[in-house]
């Protein structure tokens, strides 16, 4: 009777990085298309007191919201956790650093090969953007409009908020097309049109969230 091959240990280490992989692509888009929604709630903003707030108590008393932040709390932990694992493997992996590192063509740009440090910068930001609007004071005058106004008003907080979106439109122009091709979804064919539609939409999204404080800074009244 045939005794089954148990499976190399290289065997087992490519499957564990592809899903370690794959994880990382699928959590990245759950929060590239919570970005989205975040980025068209925060548009309201330009309406005024009245609908923003209006928009923030209907979130804030729906009853699946904390479902929704678990998910994406965790699905951020599951992001960084795997991240740092495969940037840890790529590293290990490469013994002898390089003095100078020569992008091979097409394939390394500076957006991919910043993610992790990115990833760390909005990290942090992330941290300080929950604890100063959703925790912060909403009692004052307009509510959680006036805070974030006030907030922007600030030209040291104004500034960070836009450099902080910098990353972030690197983080997306190159994550969101790579998402796809990690797993798998995308026809050879299409990649060269996902890559481009990825750094645009990126940038886009970037823009529009850099829109926010500087409209705030130099247009909106309290």
């Not at 740092?84 to 063509?105: G, L």
């Not at 100063?132 to 509510?143: I, Q």
């Not at 481009?196 to 009244?221: D, I, N, S």
Request: net charge positive; charged share 10%; with cysteine.
């Amino acid at each position: 009777m045939a005794v089954a091959e148990r499976p190399s240990r290289r065997t087992t280490m490519t499957a564990a990085s592809i899903l370690k992989k794959a994880l990382m692509a699928l959590t990245g888009l759950v929060w590239f298309g919570y970005l989205v929604v975040h980025l068209l709630g925060n548009s309201l903003l330009w309406l005024g007191p009245e609908q923003f707030n209006g928009y923030a108590k209907f979130l804030g008393g729906n009853p699946l919201i904390i479902a929704a932040e678990i998910i994406l709390v965790v699905t951020l932990l599951f992001h960084v956790c795997t991240a740092w694992r495969v940037t840890n493997e790529n590293n290990a992996a490469r013994p002898q650093r390089y003095v100078v590192k020569v992008p091979s063509s097409g394939s390394s740009t500076f957006a991919s090969r910043t993610m992790w440090y990115g990833g760390v910068i909005l990290f942090i930001f992330i941290v300080l953007h929950v604890w100063t609007f959703k925790y912060g004071d909403h009692s004052g005058a307009h509510g959680l409009w006036g805070l974030v106004i006030r907030s922007f008003k600030n030209p040291w907080i104004a500034l960070m908020y836009i450099v902080a979106m910098v990353p972030l439109g690197f983080h997306l122009s190159h994550g969101f097309s790579s998402a796809f091709q990690t797993l798998g979804v995308l026809p050879p064919h299409w990649r060269p049109a996902m890559r481009t539609g990825g750094q645009l939409l990126g940038w886009v999204m970037a823009g529009g969230f850099m829109l926010f404080p500087l409209w705030a800074l130099c247009f909106a009244e309290v």
